[in-house]
């Protein structure tokens, strides 16, 4: 393939994305070439799950340009608005609830420019106890023997001062929230954290994805896609990392 065959593979597919074949100023080709005509046509991932794990780099940040641009995209191209808001509420466990603060308002005002109403909040009504039960069980199914290790490791008592919320309201609240499949969930944790710059939890996770029904394939094109939005060294950290967990 050229650099021709790829700039007019990445106009084709800008226009069927976002329905306009042009660029912003400055980049040139730099987009159109290597991540509309390489990135977003390679194969081994869907156009859907493509647009999770975008809106899941751009959400950790956040940034709210392109992230707009890409909310409206996944909507045209499979996400439902409930699964749009959990992506994002997932991002805000990784990058802090502030920047999700920011996230969903730009979310709810996407929505409201289309006549769609915000998704209700799901009920909440498990105790602390049933959202630890739970947690663990699926930190259990996730991670298997690695879910006790290193941070989580139960008798830690420093992580442990903090470690049993992120158990309750992360794998215990978040993960049980409806809107994803856990094999999205997954993908969202693969793209959250290879943008926030943390390939040892990349490892982790990208490793677990294969026990959510996602394949090797699946898990490595995930880590690309985010390339051209979050920078190639993190995706290619987060390469290597995945390369020595799945060795």
């Not at 194969?43 to 999770?52: E, H, I, N």
């Not at 992230?67 to 805000?92: D, F, K, N, S, Y």
């Not at 992580?159 to 993908?187: N, S, V």
Request: net charge neutral; glycine share 10%.
């Amino acid at each position: 393939m050229t650099r021709q065959d790829l700039r007019r593979q990445g106009e084709e597919t800008l226009q069927r994305l976002f329905g306009e074949a042009t660029q912003q100023r400055g980049f040139a080709n730099l987009l159109t070439e290597p991540v509309f005509g390489g990135v977003w046509n390679r194969p081994g991932l869907g156009v859907a799950d493509r647009f999770l794990c975008v809106i899941a780099a751009l959400g950790t940040f956040p940034r709210l340009r392109p992230l707009r641009r890409h909310i409206v995209g996944g909507l045209a191209h499979g996400l439902t608005p409930v699964a749009i808001r959990e992506i994002l509420v997932q991002c805000a466990l990784y990058a802090g609830f502030s920047a999700a603060e920011e996230t969903l308002a730009l979310a709810a005002e996407i929505f409201a420019d289309r006549g769609i109403p915000f998704p209700a909040d799901p009920p909440e009504d498990a105790s602390l106890e049933e959202l630890t039960a739970r947690g663990a069980e699926l930190m259990r199914s996730l991670h298997g023997a690695r879910a006790t290790q290193g941070y989580a490791a139960p008798d830690n008592p420093t992580t442990g001062a903090l470690y049993p919320t992120a158990i309750q309201y992360g794998y215990g609240e978040i993960w049980f929230r409806p809107g994803l499949e856990r094999r999205q969930r997954a993908l969202v944790a693969v793209a959250g954290f290879t943008a926030l710059r943390l390939p040892e939890q990349v490892g982790k996770f990208g490793q677990s994805a294969l026990n959510m029904g996602l394949s090797k394939t699946e898990v490595i094109e995930a880590i690309i896609q985010t390339a051209p939005y979050s920078g190639f060294p993190p995706a290619l950290n987060a390469l290597g990392a995945l390369s020595a967990a799945f060795a």
